[in-house]
């Protein structure tokens, strides 16, 4: 084999390895272009369903509270033992990490 012909078929090998490569990384762009979508609608999803999830409780220890007449430490804490029965923090364990106290709470 000539000097000229394999230069030739050396030089059709990396151009056939360079379009091997080039094709994966543009299916690789493809593939990983609607992750960051996706990701970000489901933690908007999750927030969206933690806000619900928080003002349905505070409704509840609301409607506990004003029209039930429980002072806010005696609403909480037998939500608190219910919660506990069931291995769960309570209310008053979430509202503490969030920086918040219910006035004159034991907590």
């Given at each position: ?31 990983l272009e ?74």
């Open positions: 084999m000539s000097q000229q012909s394999v230069r030739q078929a050396a030089r059709r090998s990396a151009l056939v390895a360079q379009a091997v490569l080039r094709k994966e990384r543009a299916d690789r762009e493809r593939r609607g992750l960051p979508v996706a990701v970000l609608t489901a933690l908007g999803e999750r927030d969206a369903a933690v806000r619900d999830t928080e003002r349905r409780a505070g409704e509840a220890l609301r409607t506990m509270t004003d029209d039930e007449g429980q002072r806010p430490p005696s609403a909480s804490t037998s939500v608190d033992a219910d919660l506990r029965d069931l291995g769960t923090p309570g209310p008053r364990a979430h509202l503490r990490r969030r920086g918040l106290h219910f006035h004159g709470s034991a907590a």
